[in-house]
């Protein structure tokens, strides 16, 4: 196994950390080739195993980043450490950082009417300079896709963020990677909803404790949906640790067997 990436029911995720992330997609800019890179979390994983689209966009894509403390937790039970977690919010934050230094252009397409329009405002009071094409927001129809498409690929664009639900978002991303022609394509789920400032970011001590997925649910209580359905992705995180074990006991008893048959 690549010791740069660790085995969550057959996903590969990067065991990469921030420092190490930002270089590595800055490299993706350079090459000027599409590239999709995914904010991993539990109930995405969840949602992949049973969904061959989605299942076949994680084996596609070239950077999966560990965005939750579900992922944390599964490396240790499974014996393969993920070295940090790296937020799909706090990633994009550096990403401004790197964008106004470097002189890149970034697009926001996702969330409600106007947020994302916020967000931008908003990115631009933080970051100023830094140079934000455009926004649109993700409740567009069939019908305003192309339209949307068009606009994007016409822009030469660094860095497109992507703010849509789970599994849209990741299959959105991977049908038009390569018709958008933008280096790094990236889902960031709700990020813009928090950076336009409409839904408050949890405190700074649940931040570094993991605990931003039950902040998110205290304050809009329709994420409990998602919530109960964490226990599952734990039960197949012990199921994978079961199965590898019997894998790991019937070989060693193979290898028994295959040792004692070279005696006679």
């Known amino acids: 196994m690549n010791e740069k990436k660790v085995n969550i029911f057959g996903f590969q995720i ?13 490299g993706f800019i350079k090459d000027r080739l599409p590239h999709h890179v995914i904010t991993a979390n539990s109930l995405m994983l969840n949602a992949a195993m049973n969904n061959n689209r989605l299942k076949e966009v994680f084996h596609r894509s ?6 939750s403390i579900g992922l944390l937790l599964a490396g240790k ?15 994009m934050y550096q990403l401004f950082a790197l964008c106004q230094k470097e002189r890149y252009s970034i697009y926001l397409l996702g969330a409600k009417l106007g947020v994302a329009a ?3 405002e908003n990115i631009r009071q933080q970051f100023p ?27 030469k664009l660094d860095i497109l963020f992507v703010g849509l639900n789970i599994p849209r978002q990741e299959l959105w991303i991977d049908q038009h990677l390569n018709s958008l022609g933008v280096p ?25 404790s993991g605990l931003e997925w039950l902040w998110r649910t205290i304050i809009e209580p ?11 992705f734990l039960w197949n995180v012990f199921r994978q640790k079961y199965q590898a074990q019997r894998e790991k006991v019937l070989k060693q008893k193979q290898a028994q067997r295959a040792k004692r048959g070279t005696k006679f």
């Open 14 to 26: 990067d065991n990469i950390r921030m420092a190490e992330a930002i270089p590595k997609i800055n």
């Open 222 to 232: 329709w994420r409990i949906k998602r919530i109960i359905l964490l226990p599952v």
């Open 184 to 208: 790094v394509i990236i889902g960031v789920g709700g990020s813009f909803d928090v950076i336009s400032g409409r839904i408050k970011r949890a405190p700074t001590a649940m931040q570094k």
């Open 118 to 120: 916020q967000a931008a």
């Open 62 to 67: 070239h950077l999966v980043v560990p965005d």
């Open 129 to 155: 300079g830094l140079n934000i094409a455009g926004t649109h927001h993700g409740y567009f129809a069939d019908l305003e896709k192309d339209l949307v498409i068009k606009e994007i690929s016409s822009l």
């Open 77 to 91: 039970i499974l014996g393969q450490p993920l070295a940090e977690r790296v937020p799909g919010i706090d990633l």
